[in-house]
């Protein structure tokens, strides 16, 4: 028996509030309206985005509704979440363009055909100052400085505008506007996310599950993923440079990487994790193999491998020295038209036994065209051996042609 | 050569922003647009809301435009200036309600006739979210709390809500609509009219003058008055009501008193102050000063007197012993038809001689009916003598009839 629903979608999440809502709404059998706000000041999709939206994805798989809310209105007051400074307001001109490329990049993930799409001016620009003093007496100024960015800027006397409280309280009555049952977004929105549940309380509908993922690190390992901190890979992005921005990020957060940018389950991280922990496993190949399988979610199958090649054709080989020996692929080591390994190394004269070879296979101690090869038995295709490096240990290569 | 009219103004005032402020705006040679905000929430007046009011009369003699907001939209919010806690809605009708009321509490200050009446609602209701996001831009939640009350319930962890932080934003709205030149209010009021300035600023508007006047100890002596604290003197209440309650502030706010609810100059203020400070002023004659000048205000000219009367008879003859020796005037201490002083007291034989007579009353130990006497000479009416008690010192009385 495969996983469950419940599985698949709490997979990789961060949080849940509350803890077995998830699980509640989805007893109620019928399709779930689950929201993402967007917010338009921002319209470059990465990969840290598409964490979200790759759930969001797996909900619509799954039969249910998924309402996204261009923050048209909202956009003119921005969303200061996770963010140290008052943004400037947007045009509504601007907010239209943006919209209109983040859904352009969306469609990578998404399936748009079947999306809601709503504008919050539709229900917001109309709101009445009865309603503003009503919804802002939800709230208190302490729980609103409750929220990470704004306890952060408020304790360094960074300015809050107090605009910027209104923006949650905002957001709030989007998911009351669209009825949601589950409001989606990164650990940074919890808070948003949580407000949604009073507001929509205070007008008697049933709260909004809030379901958050995970922030993912940018390719300097360190900050969430993020245009202004240049550490991100964009979902538009070509594979060569998705796949060469890949290959820059840190061993520890190679697990990550798997568990939330690829098709990878639960089981497949823990066993790679167990495996780069005891050594059985090459972080380098690793990370190759999360790089090759992202670029084939956003370019198709196969077009990993092939920004792998070009990768190595132009960064990898520059690791190799100039003055390599050229080698003609021995007669010898072809069996049934394909090259083995063992019987390469030692006809090349890199290894001076078939054991030996093994061994040295075993190790990690074998590349070829600057990858790691794990199989002491493998057996290659000629056309993929030709023309690269064989090479053994750190210093020993040689050409293959 | 009398006060100008910018001294007249200025008496007793707590503060003016900019310090030249109303210098600058009467030099304008118009009719000056002078804006109270009315709270509808406390229909309640009493001599702390007058110190108000007598300066806004002030203003309206001297031929300025006194605009009085009724605050019926933000009556739905409450002000929380110098309250502790979020105070609830009001209904419209009892909004209604409560501005009769105050209109007719506050007719016995101001000229009615003369005033110009607004109700936010007018420009409130129908402010849109777009208006509200450009107003709640210009403030920060550091700048809020540097409001007195908001600074002290948020460090000691009661609840503000944000509903609050547009008080004080929706009042300066209120500016910007009647444009007004000056907007005045007690010293609890300083940051809103603050606030005001910024946001005329930001609508192009030149910024009013903020003038406060200080507030006024209840008859307690130490908290501001207030009907919540049962330490005011309403504007509306029977003379000897309000008679009686003036008697019992402590000494130390007559001066306060004199200056804020009479019509006493300041000179007349400095020339009470340094009495009672030397000794020279007994408190209690001063009290009753005070107390019948403000009875007058409030009830006409000699309502005081009487209100004093009626309060000697039900509550001074109380500390007089019912066994006083009853002594018909003597007609040996009448002079031209009225009594005179000293030989009244040898006549009566409270002292032994003219000369002791004068020292007793220079030392302030001689009372009429309660009263200190201050002239050693004084010539008093029969009808103003029969019937009281003559006393000196604390022992010795003699009832006059």
Same mark, same amino acid.
């Given at each position: ?161 107090? /605009?910027?409280?209104? %923006?949650? #309280? ?9 009825? @949601?049952? *589950? &409001?989606? +977004? ?66 520890? /957060?190679?697990?990550? %990487?798997? #568990? ?9 991280? @823990?066993? *790679? &994790?167990? +495996? ?88 990690? +101690? ?36």
């Amino acid at each position: 028996m495969g996983p469950t629903d419940l599985d698949q979608l709490l997979a990789g999440v961060a949080d849940v509030v509350p803890e077995d809502g998830l699980q509640q709404k989805l007893a109620l059998g019928r399709p779930l309206r689950v929201k993402l706000g967007i917010d338009p000041s921002r319209p470059d999709l990465h990969l840290g985005h598409a964490v979200v939206l790759r759930k969001l994805r797996l909900f619509q798989d799954l039969g249910h509704e998924v309402v996204l809310i261009i923050g048209d209105f909202t956009g003119r007051v921005g969303d200061p979440s996770g963010q140290s400074e008052t943004r400037p307001f947007l045009t509504e001109e601007e907010i239209e363009a943006n919209a209109r490329s983040y859904f352009d990049q969306a469609g990578t993930v998404l399936d748009l055909e079947g999306v809601e799409i709503r504008r919050n001016s539709e229900w917001l620009r109309s709101l009445s100052m009865v309603e503003v003093l009503d919804l802002t007496s939800r709230v208190t100024v302490a729980q609103m400085l409750e929220r990470d960015d704004f306890r952060q800027r408020f304790r360094s006397g960074r300015p809050i505008s107090v /605009v910027e409280f209104l %923006y949650p #309280l905002m957001q709030a009555m989007d998911s009351v506007a669209v009825r @949601a049952d *589950v &409001e989606m +977004g990164g650990t940074d929105q919890t808070f948003n996310l949580l407000v949604g549940r009073e507001i929509q309380r205070a007008h008697g509908q049933e709260p909004q599950v809030v379901f958050t993922m995970p922030l993912l690190e940018g390719t300097d390992g360190i900050r969430k993923m993020s245009k202004s901190y240049d550490n991100y890979v964009g979902l538009t992005e070509p594979a060569e440079e998705m796949f060469g921005k890949l290959m820059s990020i840190p061993d520890e /957060v190679i697990g990550k %990487y798997l #568990l939330l940018c690829t098709d990878a389950g639960p089981e497949d991280v @823990a066993r *790679v &994790e167990a +495996g780069l922990a005891d050594g059985s496993l090459h972080p380098n190949d690793q990370k190759r193999g999360v790089a090759r399988a992202i670029v084939d979610l956003y370019h198709g199958p196969g077009a990993g491998a092939h920004a792998q090649d070009r990768f190595d054709l132009v960064h990898r080989q520059r690791e190799i020295p100039t003055d390599v020996p050229e080698v003609e692929i021995p007669v010898s080591a072809i069996r049934d038209g394909r090259v083995w390994l063992p019987r390469l190394l030692v006809e090349t004269g890199l290894a001076s036994s078939n054991a030996e070879a093994r061994r040295l296979v075993g190790q990690g +101690g074998v590349r070829l065209g600057g990858e790691t090869l794990d199989d002491p038995e493998a057996e290659l295709e000629p056309d993929a051996v030709r023309g690269k490096a064989l090479q053994v240990g750190r210093r020993r290569f040689v050409r293959l042609v």
